[in-house]
T-cell receptor
Framework: AQTVTQSQPEMSVQEAETVTLSCTYD???????LFWYKQPPSRQMILVIR??????QNATENRFSVNFQKAAKSFSLKISDSQLGDAAMYFC?????????????FGTGTLLAVQP | NAGVMQNPRHLVRRRGQEARLRCSPM?????VYWYRQLPEEGLKFMVY????????ESGMPKERFSAEFPKEGPSILRIQQVVRGDSAAYFC?????????????????FGNGTRLTVT
């Protein structure tokens, strides 16, 4: 079974600085998808960025980028020019590309604080 | 274009009562997922449904929990005889049926969740 591990329960960053959130996963599959979701205090789950495992190029979305290391099974999220609105819980998630379902497997999350 | 709608936002039940959580997927979405988030934990998959079919219920507790997604109307997650350990946030997500790889390429869109408190 696949597992997702986020080893940093909490992180803090100064406004305008850069922060990297770690995520590792375990799988025997060669093709899959990886995601980062943001959960602010409103509880809404917001998709931040996603990566297809068959793509070597790291995904980027504005100030958000990932460092995808397939051999190491690592999928870290980098937030550049951090803003106060980035403060939230961040979840890393894995989804198999095979099987009959589209279900996501989540890590336990990293709570990011942004200091003004 | 309304997103995934869940209601109620908050639900308080006494031990032994029944809880019904509703989820209306995004317009055009025919796949619904239910997740549970216990305090200080990530989301855990419970069940995956298409209209009138349960596709994967591997994450559902064997007793007291059931889910349905009828041809008309919202998806319902039902918890009978609630206990304190059922207190959690329950999230619904939906995805569309799209293209030749409907399952693998479509992202999940989440609702804002229902926070269930059992007293």
């Amino acid at each position: 079974a696949q597992t997702v591990t986020q080893s940093q329960p909490e992180m803090s960053v100064q406004e305008a600085e850069t922060v990297t959130l770690s995520c590792t996963y375990d799988t025997s599959e060669s093709d899959y998808y990886l995601f980062w979701y943001k959960q602010p205090p409103s509880r809404q789950m917001i998709l931040v960025i996603r990566q297809e495992a068959y793509k070597q190029q790291n995904a980027t979305e504005n100030r958000f980028s990932v460092n995808f290391q397939k051999a190491a099974k690592s999928f870290s999220l980098k937030i550049s020019d951090s803003q106060l609105g980035d403060a939230a819980m961040y979840f890393c998630a894995y989804r198999s590309s095979g099987g009959a379902t589209n279900k996501l497997i989540f890590g336990t999350g990293t709570l990011l604080a942004v200091q003004p | 274009n309304a997103g995934v709608m869940q209601n109620p936002r908050h639900l308080v039940r006494r031990r032994g009562q029944e809880a019904r959580l509703r989820c209306s997927p995004m317009k055009g979405h025919s796949h619904v997922y239910w997740y549970r988030q216990l305090p200080e934990e990530g989301l855990k998959f419970m069940v995956y449904l298409q209209k009138e079919n349960i596709i994967d219920e591997s994450g559902m507790p064997k007793e007291r929990f059931s889910a349905e997604f009828p041809k008309e109307g919202p998806s319902i997650l039902r918890i009978q005889q609630v206990v304190r350990g059922d207190s959690a946030a329950y999230f619904c997500a939906s995805s569309p049926l799209r293209g030749t790889n409907p399952i693998y390429n479509s992202p999940l869109h989440f609702g804002n969740g229902t926070r269930l408190t059992v007293t």
